[in-house]
């Protein structure tokens, strides 16, 4: 039987629930995420956890949280440095925004809270494809920010230095005035040395105009239908939809009182975590 993993995770709004400064409020989140991770495993020696964070700002001016703002990601890569310092893995938001529209506000907030996580090294990153605070979703800025992730990880990976990739060898050979595009070295490396989008368009002017002038957005949008078009679900096998579905219909036909009886604190059955 597979182990149960805990996502143990803490959320502090600053200025809100959290102390205003960002080392304060990580303080604050440390101790609290510590609190859960030490409470597990009393109940659960050993059980595996995720040290987790969704902490940000708040909009001083209204008080609702700006999960897009930059101190967002600059809080995730705080806290992977923490959960390194731990040895555990981390979960972090990233790729978020308070823009309610797929717009360049967008584009600039998922880029600043998810490259900094990234580059952090936060192991498991949430909230693709989300607007207005992660409240909302769409189709387009999921694929783009599959794009997006990519670019990231590319920024990640740096430069590799070695005889192979500095090529002096093939420098000279080619030498001035020469070009590298007909060379095996430049077959063999461009498809792992450069991240290659499928979205971003990168056409001459003309030639983006010649096939529609369409965006990033436009290209993202189609690449969405045609894949919720072409998809096929994985189907269940008759018997075990079957069950699923005799189980779902018993707990419709339970009362809501039967519910709320499990919270009685004498019913609870704390070793089960």
Same mark, same amino acid.
């Given at each position: 039987?597979?182990?149960?993993?805990?996502?143990?995770?803490?959320?502090?709004?600053?200025?809100?629930?959290?102390?205003?400064?960002?080392?304060?409020?990580?303080?604050? !989140?440390?101790? $609290?995420?510590?609190?859960?991770?030490?409470?597990?495993?009393?109940?659960?020696?050993?059980?595996?956890?995720?040290?987790?964070?969704?902490?940000?700002?708040? $909009?001083?001016?209204?008080? $609702?949280?700006?999960?897009?703002?930059?101190?967002?990601?600059?809080?995730?890569?705080?806290?992977? !440095?923490?959960?390194?310092?731990?040895?555990?893995?981390?979960?972090?938001?990233?790729?978020?925004?308070?823009?309610?529209?797929?717009?360049?506000?967008?584009?600039?907030?998922?880029?600043?809270?998810?490259?900094?996580?990234?580059?952090?090294?936060?192991?498991?990153?949430?909230?693709?494809?989300?607007?207005?605070?992660?409240?909302? &979703?769409?189709?387009?800025?999921?694929?783009?920010?599959?794009?997006?992730?990519?670019?990231?990880?590319?920024?990640?990976?740096?430069?590799?230095?070695?005889?192979?990739?500095?090529?002096?060898?093939?420098?000279?050979?080619?030498?001035?005035?020469?070009?590298?595009?007909? +060379?095996?070295?430049?077959? $063999?490396?461009?498809?792992? +040395?450069?991240?290659?989008?499928?979205?971003?368009?990168?056409?001459?002017?003309?030639?983006?105009?010649?096939?529609?002038?369409?965006? /990033?957005?436009?290209? /993202?949008?189609?690449?969405?239908?045609?894949?919720?078009?072409?998809?096929?679900?994985? !189907?269940?096998?008759?018997?075990?939809?079957? +069950?699923? +579905?005799?189980?779902? !219909?018993?707990?419709? &036909?339970?009362?809501?009182?039967?519910?709320?009886?499990?919270?009685?604190?004498?019913?609870?059955?704390?070793?089960?975590?």
């Amino acid at each position: 039987m597979p182990k149960k993993r805990t996502h143990t995770f803490a959320f502090a709004g600053k200025g809100g629930s959290g102390k205003t400064t960002l080392a304060g409020l990580l303080a604050q !989140q440390n101790a $609290n995420i510590l609190a859960h991770i030490t409470l597990a495993q009393i109940f659960r020696p050993g059980i595996p956890v995720l040290y987790g964070t969704v902490s940000t700002v708040a $909009n001083m001016r209204l008080g $609702n949280v700006a999960l897009g703002s930059v101190e967002t990601g600059l809080i995730s890569a705080a806290s992977a !440095q923490l959960a390194r310092h731990y040895c555990l893995p981390i979960r972090s938001v990233g790729g978020t925004t308070d823009s309610k529209l797929e717009d360049v506000q967008a584009g600039i907030e998922r880029t600043t809270t998810l490259v900094q996580a990234v580059l952090a090294g936060v192991d498991f990153i949430t909230c693709a494809g989300t607007l207005d605070g992660s409240m909302m &979703e769409s189709d387009a800025l999921l694929v783009l920010d599959d794009e997006l992730c990519g670019a990231a990880l590319r920024m990640a990976r740096g430069i590799e230095v070695n005889e192979d990739t500095l090529a002096v060898d093939l420098i000279r050979e080619v030498g001035p005035g020469g070009h590298y595009l007909a +060379e095996t070295h430049t077959v $063999n490396h461009f498809r792992k +040395e450069h991240f290659i989008p499928r979205l971003m368009v990168r056409d001459p002017y003309d030639a983006w105009v010649d096939g529609g002038s369409k965006s /990033a957005l436009d290209l /993202a949008k189609e690449r969405a239908n045609k894949i919720l078009a072409e998809h096929q679900p994985r !189907q269940l096998e008759k018997a075990v939809s079957d +069950e699923l +579905e005799k189980y779902r !219909q018993m707990v419709a &036909e339970r009362p809501i009182e039967e519910f709320y009886a499990y919270e009685d604190e004498a019913r609870q059955d704390f070793r089960a975590l």
